[in-house]
């Protein structure tokens, strides 16, 4: 780990994309909680968390193009000087009580483009600054990274929302996308060109090279369709944490720790995997999936505060085996000039999660929040079961060390 550490300009680039998840997660919390507080309507709370999760089933394969393109670090800190305007101005309209709730959805679309570029550019970069010799626990430190942040984003959320108010969270989330901002300058800057070669290969080609690597991978058809299910049926739960909260009696502090328990499984696990080297990926990225989902129906069913707590860290342990594994598994399984369409590929396949957001919304407005969330994870586990039936390669043949191209399907690629 310390060998890691030393890499130039590693830390300040984990410190970096460890802030920008905090201010991606505290607003999802922050802006969830708002909703409830504003409205009585549950599909409002999945609306707001489907938002943030938009762009990237809109908008995967052509960030995952741009990315392979374009100098990475440039395209982060142009997102983040985008992003500190529109963070500045709803933290004022919070503030100032003209906030309405439709100004949360545009905030929330704004803060999943950012999350695109994070997916697309940003764990493409840590690959790069670290190479493979250290990929396999930096892109796990990555995960880690998101689950401290998401804990962080809601513990402290609900903390200043209560002490404070609701403005005070919005001010921080502005505050931690500048200091991200900050750090990112302090990670040099790339010796070499773009991967591909913008004056030869179009964007086009790129996104239909992406496509011919999802027909010639079958792990990585596997991964993927594991990652859609997983995306559907479980982490469209997360806005619907302060509605069962109030099915408790929980305060707003005891909300964001509601809301933090998921991380701080996912951060626990995270640590685990990150500190050993892992052979089994691809069985770990599954157990993962059915470690959630499963805690994900105790959780639906807990009588009382203290068991759903407990159901959640576990629920955050599974996705935390689930999300250590993710990136690795994709950008291994890409060549040089393909890691940024591959993590096109794999933000599409998130990108469904506002389709699982819409439909647990509907259902937790017909049969309630309680019986929504237990048909999502029974749902999930059998159709995971039936995929893996019919596509079990990311359990047995995930390809570890990147897929063979045939020539044909070969892009240009700059030495």
């Not at 591909?196 to 179009?202: F, G, L, M």
Request: aromatic share 8%; net charge positive; hydrophobic share 55%.
């Amino acid at each position: 780990m310390s060998e890691m550490l030393a890499v130039p300009g590693y830390k300040a680039l984990f410190l970096s994309s460890w802030l920008w998840h905090t201010t991606r997660w505290g607003g999802l919390f922050s802006c969830g909680y708002l909703v409830t507080q504003l409205t009585d309507a549950p599909i409002l709370n999945q609306l707001v968390g489907a938002s943030i999760f938009a762009p990237m089933l809109f908008g995967g394969l052509i960030a995952g193009a741009l990315s392979d393109r374009l100098d990475r670090r440039r395209v982060i800190a142009t997102a983040q000087l985008i992003l500190m305007p529109i963070s500045l101005v709803m933290f004022v309209l919070v503030q100032t009580g003209l906030v309405r709730v439709w100004m949360v959805f545009p905030f929330m679309i704004a803060l999943g483009i950012g999350g695109l570029v994070n997916m697309t550019a940003q764990r493409a970069l840590i690959y790069e600054t670290v190479g493979p010799r250290f990929a396999g626990r930096a892109l796990p430190m990555e995960a880690v990274g998101s689950s401290s942040s998401s804990m962080a984003g809601a513990l402290v959320g609900g903390a200043l929302i209560g002490a404070v108010g609701i403005g005070a969270a919005f001010g921080l989330m502005a505050l931690t996308l500048c200091l991200s901002a900050w750090l990112l300058r302090k990670v040099p800057r790339a010796t070499t060109a773009p991967p591909i070669a913008s004056e030869t290969v179009s964007v086009t080609d790129q996104m239909r090279s992406s496509v011919a690597l999802l027909r010639r991978s079958s792990g990585m058809a596997s991964m993927l369709g594991v990652t859609v299910v997983f995306n559907l049926f479980y982490f469209a739960f997360i806005p619907l944490v302060p509605v069962m909260a109030e099915r408790f009696g929980a305060s707003a502090l005891l909300t964001g720790v509601l809301g933090a328990a998921v991380g701080a499984g996912q951060l626990l696990s995270g640590l685990t995997f990150a500190s050993f080297h892992v052979t089994q990926r691809g069985r770990i990225y599954v157990g993962g999936v059915v470690l959630a989902l499963c805690s994900l129906a105790i959780f639906a069913l807990a009588p009382h505060y203290a068991l759903g707590l407990i159901a959640l860290i576990a629920a955050g342990a599974g996705s935390g085996g689930f999300g250590s594994m993710q990136s690795v598994l994709v950008i291994e399984a890409a060549g040089d000039g393909e890691r940024g369409a591959a993590l096109g590929l794999l933000s599409t396949a998130i990108g469904v999660l506002p389709l699982g957001m819409l439909l647990l919304g509907i259902s937790a407005e017909v049969l309630g929040a309680q019986r929504a969330l237990l048909m999502s994870s029974c749902a999930g586990l059998a159709v995971l079961a039936i995929w893996l039936s019919r596509q079990p390669a990311v359990l047995t043949s995930f390809p570890r060390s990147g897929v063979a191209r045939p020539a044909a399907q070969q892009i240009s690629v700059v030495e």
